[in-house]
């Protein structure tokens, strides 16, 4: 850390009202009116629109007299098309607010149309570039509760959604402060359904959230502060919530863990999401797994730069002999516990495309959150890493 105070400064931004806490999803209808919403819209996907929670959601806000409506065409990995249909269905409902309710899919896109709901503008002039964000008419962005139901994205104490424009296949960050959901319900009860595998993937986000914002170069830290923590969460309870999945107190921690990553990687992110979102845009592969499976070579790349912070971190983890490799060798052994993949190529990625891809990377936002100054050259050599398993 630098000892001089001209580079000691930055912009700091806390999240929002989190209700916490296991069953405190029956005050969804107390947080609509807290919020000002007397006809909100549920935002979730067509898997969870099927789950009871889904149900007595709605029927809960309906016996308390808030008409609930339901949208639950959102895919995995979102598409511009997914927001256009459900602000069809916000403004044909004469809606006033957006519950957003799901997994970071869903959670995105339900903010996505609540940005939306009174904006002239297509999506696109909105991306997270330069001041796009003052583009937007601050008056038309509608109210947003957020209800995660995975442990991972964070998005629910996020300011962007991530949409990728199908007609580019390029994944962009929709921007704006008031997308930030007013009110968080955070009921670690929602994530106990959650496969092994799902709960794996996406808790890897998380801490991929927390590893790079821990990493990213500038003055926050409070967001380092949160991080480490995060990543401590992480590792105490990820393995218990996806070996027993019905454990309400590794599910809450984890939770927290999500809400703690998106809450620091304000500071940004890097090589890992730069890589990962061209990847999930082009193959369709899920965002969480994707990151873990780049998460040691990313690591690898950027040794030189982070290795007094790691040395840091491993001993916040509680890691023997703390140092960079102390905090590779978990990485690597929580991957091989989770049963994550260990090369790109496992997900079905080929080498055929890594030109165009390094080129995606390049263009990312997260890539300029990296420690290690990168483009495409750089981005495609840890591309190889990827394929080949080369650490
Ligand atoms: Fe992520």
């Known amino acids: 850390m630098t000892d001089n105070a001209a580079a000691l400064r930055g912009n700091w931004n806390y999240p929002t009202a989190m209700r916490f806490g296991p069953g405190r999803i029956a005050e969804l209808p107390d947080a609509c009116k807290a919020a000002g919403m007397g006809r909100p819209l549920l935002v979730t996907d067509p898997g ?34 997914n927001v256009e249909d459900g602000l069809e269905v916000y403004r044909a409902g004469g809606h006033d607010g957006v519950i957003a309710f799901g997994g970071g899919s869903a959670l995105d896109a339900a903010k996505a149309v609540a940005l939306m709901a009174g904006q002239t503008r297509p999506i696109w002039d909105f991306e997270d570039v330069g001041d796009n964000w003052m583009r937007v008419d601050p008056d038309g962005v509608a109210p947003v509760i957020a209800v995660p139901t995975t442990a991972g994205t964070g998005s629910e104490v996020g300011r962007a959604s991530v949409i990728t424009n199908e007609a580019t296949h390029v994944k962009k960050i929709i921007f704006h402060p008031k997308m930030l959901p007013v009110i968080v319900i955070s009921d670690p009860e929602l994530t106990v ?31 380092d502060g949160i991080a480490v923590e995060g990543m401590r969460l992480v590792k105490e309870w990820l393995p218990v919530a996806v070996k027993d999945g019905k454990n309400v107190a590794a599910r809450a921690h984890m939770m927290a863990a999500a809400s703690m990553g998106a809450t620091a990687f304000q500071k940004g992110l890097g090589a890992i999401h730069a890589l990962s979102h061209p990847v999930g ?90 420690p290690v100054p990168i483009g495409a050259p750089e981005l495609k050599q840890m591309f190889v890493a990827s394929l080949e398993g080369r650490l």
């Open 48 to 81: 969870l629109a099927n789950l009871q929670m889904v149900k007595d959601a709605i029927a809960r806000n309906e016996a308390a007299g808030i008409p609930t409506g339901l949208f639950a065409e959102v895919k995995g990995n979102p598409i511009g098309k």
């Open 193 to 223: 359904g959650l496969p092994p595998h799902v709960t794996a993937a996406t808790g890897m986000d998380a801490l991929a959230h927390c590893l790079e914002a821990y990493c990213a170069p500038g003055y926050h830290p409070m967001a």
């Open 281 to 370: 845009a082009v193959y369709d592969t899920h965002h969480g797994l994707t990151n873990a499976v780049f998460m040691p070579y990313v690591l690898a790349f950027n040794r030189k730069a982070i290795e007094p912070k790691m040395t840091r971190l491993a001993a916040w983890l509680g890691l023997p002999d703390p140092s960079y490799q102390s905090v590779m060798d978990w990485v690597l052994a929580l991957r091989k516990d989770l049963g994550i993949p260990h090369t790109l190529k496992d997900l079905g990625v080929g080498n055929d495309r890594l030109d165009e891809l390094s080129a995606m990377a390049a263009d990312d936002p997260s890539a300029g959150g990296n």
